[in-house]
């Protein structure tokens, strides 16, 4: 199975790391690469909780729709989530862990896992590069 781990500092407080992947009217500020939006979020976080999250690409109008289970929550430590394209059978797993550097300062861990081959993974990355990006961008 092929995999991604990305590792990002930010200049906030890890609480608020944590809510950005948790609060929907966070998720809907940077949830999506590059110019897209995100019109609708859902998170139910619990283990057993789920979350859809519509990704909208403005040039094209198309909406990409991601949904899926939370496996794992700890308060400002992490989660671990199943991650499902809808109108896809394949669902891989994304786990997060922050890591507190500071008051003002964590580093997140991103492992997206269970991929069938290497240009999914590939292409996930970019996506999760681009979302991190605008994470650091729009919420800090």
């Known amino acids: 199975m092929f995999e991604v781990t990305l590792h990002r500092k930010f200049n906030m407080p890890a609480n608020k790391l944590y809510q950005a992947w948790c609060d929907p009217q966070i998720i809907r500020q940077w949830f999506a690469p590059g110019d897209m939006t995100v019109p609708e979020a859902t998170a139910d976080v619990r283990e057993g909780g789920s979350y859809r999250i519509v990704m909208h690409d403005n040039d094209t109008g198309e909406d990409h729709i991601v949904g899926g289970v939370y496996q794992k ?38 492992h997206h896992s269970e991929f069938a081959d290497q240009d999914a993974c590939d292409k996930h990355e970019m996506g999760w590069n681009g979302c991190l990006a605008n994470l650091t961008e729009k919420v800090t």
Request: with cysteine; net charge negative; aromatic share 8%.
């Open 73 to 110: 929550v700890e308060d400002n430590k992490a989660l671990a989530f199943t991650w499902q394209w809808e109108g896809n059978p394949i669902a891989t797993k994304v786990a997060l862990t922050i890591e507190v550097l500071s008051d003002e300062a964590c580093k997140l861990t991103l």
